[in-house]
Nanobody, 117 residues
Framework: QVQLVESGGGLVQAGGSLRLSCVTS??????MGWFRQAPGKEREFVAV????????AYANSVQGRFIVSKDNAKKTVYLQMNSLKPEDTAVYYC????????????WGQGTQVTVSS
């Protein structure tokens, strides 16, 4: 049973920073993605990192503000969120897929991020 455990959400003022973490039991040749869903909106892609390659990609809305990184020894992916805006408020999810496949098979439980203006 693959597990993804997220942590690090919370309440922060606009302009502040938060770091989310996602620990996984599966690591090699995987992509770990971050997604978010705001109330009344569809879930959207935020960022992704290859666990073996370190290759990253970002949504335009977070490019230059968010940084996705990994710690191989801890099997953990981080999402460092800087210069947060109220529109970043959402439940954030990490998700795992096999490298080279389109579908994310496993999802974390989600963590709330709230940015006050």
């Amino acid at each position: 049973q693959v597990q993804l455990v997220e942590s690090g959400g919370g309440l922060v003022q606009a302009g502040g920073s938060l770091r989310l973490s996602c620990v996984t039991s599966e690591w090699t040749f995987r992509d770990m993605g971050w997604f978010r869903q705001a109330p009344g909106k569809e879930r959207e892609f935020v960022a992704v990192i290859g666990t073996s390659t370190g290759t990253t990609a970002y949504a335009n809305s977070v490019q230059g503000r968010f940084i996705v990184s990994k710690d191989n020894a801890k099997k953990t992916v981080y999402l460092q969120m800087n210069s947060l805006k109220p529109e970043d408020t959402a439940v954030y999810y990490c998700a795992l897929r096999r490298r080279g496949t389109p579908e994310y098979e496993y999802w974390g439980q989600g963590t709330q991020v709230t940015v006050s203006s």
